[in-house]
Structures are given as C-alpha cells and as structure tokens.
C-alpha cells in the first residue's frame, strides 16, 4: 500500500491549492482517507477526512467552509481543495488511510490511521 500526496507549494493569503492523495495499486474503498497537518513545533492534527465509500466527510473547525475533500469517481485520488488560505494554514500536509473504520465521524487521531505518504509543503504568505 503507498500513498503518494502532491499538490503543495507557495501562495499568498486569501489564495487556493487543490492537494491530491493518489493511492498506487489499491483504492480508497473501504477507507477513511484523512488529510493531516503539522506545523513547525505543533503536534500533526487531522483537518479532513472522507469516508470514500459513503462520502461522509468531517473537518476540523478551522478549516469548515474553507477546505473541501472529496474523491474520484474511480476512489484512487483523493482530493483536498483549499481556498481562502491563511498564513496560519502554513504546514506540512500528509495524506493517511485506515482500513474499515465505522463510526458517526472519519475524523481520526495519527495513531489510528494504517497507511501514510509522504508530506507536501504548504506555505501561505501574509
């Protein structure tokens, strides 16, 4: 299993960045895909998460009505579209799936999650 996350880079506030998680010889079905970020000095926290098969999806507040994950119609890519960026969003974001989770939310602490890719930077200038 490998996740491979891209999409990052440098924008001024108030802009967007589409970060994508692309799964290599498997697919998202029957995983809770999350977006995580850690910021220098900060603890790695979850921001998104989608249930692929349902579509359920949670956000931490932070980020509600700015950020949208979503997915292909194939459920190999997973989608983290981030608008209205603020210097604070400044961080860099991991993708991580886990396996068959239930439960009223997708939102998920690092420890839980199975499988991780590599970071992509993040830089949102004031």
């Known amino acids: 299993v490998q996740l491979q996350a891209s999409g990052g880079g440098s924008v001024q506030a108030g802009g967007s960045l589409r970060l994508s998680c692309a799964a290599h010889?498997?697919?998202?079905?029957?995983?809770?895909v999350s977006w995580f970020r850690q910021a220098p000095g900060k603890e790695r926290e979850a921001i998104a998460c989608?249930?692929?098969?349902?579509?359920?999806?949670d956000y931490v507040e932070s980020v509600k009505a700015r950020f949208i994950i979503n997915n292909d119609n194939t459920k190999t890519t997973v989608f983290l579209q981030m608008d209205a960026l603020k210097p604070e969003d400044s961080a860099v974001y991991y993708c991580?799936?886990?396996?068959?989770?239930?439960?009223?939310?997708?939102?998920?602490?690092?420890?839980?999650?199975?499988?991780w890719g590599e970071g992509t930077q993040v830089t949102v200038s004031s």
């Open positions: 991580a799936a886990e396996k068959d989770v239930t439960g009223e939310s997708c939102l998920r602490d690092r420890y839980d999650m199975d499988y």
């Open positions: 010889r498997f697919t998202f079905a029957h995983f809770d």
């Open positions: 989608i249930r692929v098969n349902d579509g359920l999806t």
